[in-house]
């Protein structure tokens, strides 16, 4: 079965889209150098904002007739074709592609509230599809709308990234309380949360460093922990170039950080391929 992470959280601004789109090219170079038979990642925009569809092709005009709306909106029986013609190659590697969102989304979202069946959108196409790649990886909105309810109904591994800042243990759980709950009322017993990500960590901030320990040391969240991500310049800079942090600079903090998150989730995909 491929598995499929889905980066989520209510709060924005804590480096979800920066995240997946790092995380869905770096599984596709380490799958490669691996010498896997399959080195092929989808990436799934699911915010209407399109920053990871733009970053990761240069365009965020996608709309009607190409893009994750016209999966949604389609025809149940059409839309695994309707998905594997709109899907792109992403200009960062001809091994990553991406299916891009839309500003179309948000009122593609409100159409089909109270639609039977409406969470299942994008996890019964996704289905037909998923084998075609090693790995796929869901960006989503800094809400949980029925947009990221689809992303959830459609995975396996829930991320939560998280800045030092909001490590508020209740915040936390209460995220985790919602995927928990998505799981069972959808009746998807393989999505389960894998992993909390913090992502701009500055380690000269007291505060931060306090956050992380009561992290690392409560007992159930201390054990989600999966990676910390620094801050740096060299994301930012990544993102006005429209490049992957990789690709700005191999040897940044950031790059470390998230190969060394890399490295983990392959692990993962080798377990599940066993």
């Not at 200009?91 to 159409?111: K, Q, T, Y």
């Not at 996704?126 to 790995?135: M, P």
């Not at 508020?168 to 985790?176: D, F, K, P, Q, R």
């Not at 393989?190 to 992290?215: A, F, Y």
Request: charged fraction near 20%; glycine fraction near 8%; aromatic fraction near 4%.
């Amino acid at each position: 079965m491929t598995r499929v992470f889905v980066l989520t959280n209510h709060k924005g601004g804590v480096g979800k889209s920066t995240s997946a789109t790092n995380i869905a090219f770096g599984l596709t170079g380490l799958l490669r150098r691996a010498g896997a038979a399959n080195c092929r990642v989808l990436l799934i925009d699911t915010d209407s904002q399109s920053h990871a569809t733009l970053v990761t092709t240069g365009r965020n005009d996608f709309g009607t007739d190409d893009s994750l709306y016209s999966v949604l909106m389609a025809d149940r029986q059409a839309a695994p074709q309707v998905m594997a013609s709109v899907i792109v190659q992403s200009h960062w590697d001809a091994d990553l592609h991406v299916l891009p969102a839309s500003a179309l989304l948000e009122g593609g979202e409100r159409e089909l509230m109270g639609v039977a069946g409406a969470p299942y959108r994008l996890a019964d196409p996704l289905s037909r599809i998923a084998g075609h790649y090693a790995a796929v990886v869901i960006d989503t909105r800094p809400s949980f709308s029925l947009m990221t309810e689809m992303a959830l109904v459609a995975a396996t591994d829930a991320i939560i990234p998280v800045e030092p800042r909001y490590l508020e243990t209740v915040g936390l759980l209460s995220v985790m309380n919602k995927i928990n709950d998505v799981r069972e009322g959808w009746r998807r017993p393989d999505l389960r949360v894998s992993g909390i990500l913090v992502t701009k960590m500055d380690s000269r901030v007291k505060g931060h460093n306090h956050l992380l320990d009561e992290l690392k040391s409560h007992n159930i969240l201390g054990r989600l922990l999966c990676g910390v991500i620094p801050a740096n310049e060299a994301v930012s800079y990544a993102h006005r170039e429209h490049v992957s942090i990789f690709a700005h600079d191999p040897k940044a903090p950031a790059s470390h950080a998230y190969a060394q998150l890399i490295g983990t989730l392959v692990k993962r995909l080798k377990g599940s391929a066993a």
